[in-house]
């Protein structure tokens, strides 16, 4: 598959299906995002948001000195070529499929999640202030993946969580399309 192409929904959804089934045993958490979340009838990539399971890491004592992440190890087998590799987002090709992999926390899992779903006109719309036109109260901030009030970073670890703390009712991904959320 070449950049700009598109796949059918079924076809791209299989895909993606196994690809979070590869994840699943280092991942807390895995979901299929962007447009297959919202059922769009053609696909032009795999978008999945992902908590991995953190291993503690000991020095020779046996004294916990950090965590890894289980993720590294299932993508070193899976996925050894990676066009970005950061700690939050991750892009690489598997099975043919352009893939863009988020981790989340589970603190920012609902903000995440709510904006890889998209779609791109929704994700503004929700992150840009009321005064602007947007979802977001005036008062509020998106900030490093959270939902800030001031300094205070909002409990967001589902995605119910952050359209309550927006005072918006939820939205179902398939509605995040086309602009059909604006009121």
């Not at 779903?117 to 929704?122: K, L, R, Y």
């Not at 719309?125 to 800030?148: I, T, Y």
């Not at 009030?149 to 670890?157: E, V, Y």
Request: net charge negative; aromatic share 8%; proline share 3%.
């Amino acid at each position: 598959m070449s950049k700009g192409d598109k796949i059918p929904y079924r076809a791209a959804l299989d895909v993606a299906q196994a690809l979070e089934t590869a994840l699943a045993l280092t991942c807390e958490r895995t979901l299929i995002a962007g447009s297959l979340r919202r059922h769009k009838a053609e696909v032009g990539d795999l978008e999945l948001v992902v908590m991995p399971k953190l291993e503690v890491v000991t020095d020779m004592f046996g004294e916990a000195v950090g965590q890894r992440s289980l993720l590294d190890d299932a993508l070193a087998d899976i996925a050894p070529m990676r066009t970005k590799d950061g700690s939050r987002y991750k892009q690489f090709v598997w099975e043919g499929f352009p893939v863009d992999l988020f981790i989340a926390t589970r603190e920012a899992w609902g903000c995440i999640a709510t904006i890889r779903t998209g779609s791109a006109d929704f994700t503004h719309w929700l992150v840009s202030s009321r005064r602007q036109g947007g979802g977001c109260p005036s008062h509020l901030r998106f900030s490093e993946g959270r939902l800030m009030d001031g300094a205070t970073a909002l409990d967001t670890s589902e995605e119910r969580l952050l359209f309550a703390a927006l005072e918006q009712d939820w939205i179902e991904p398939v509605d995040r399309n086309d602009g059909r959320w604006r009121r």
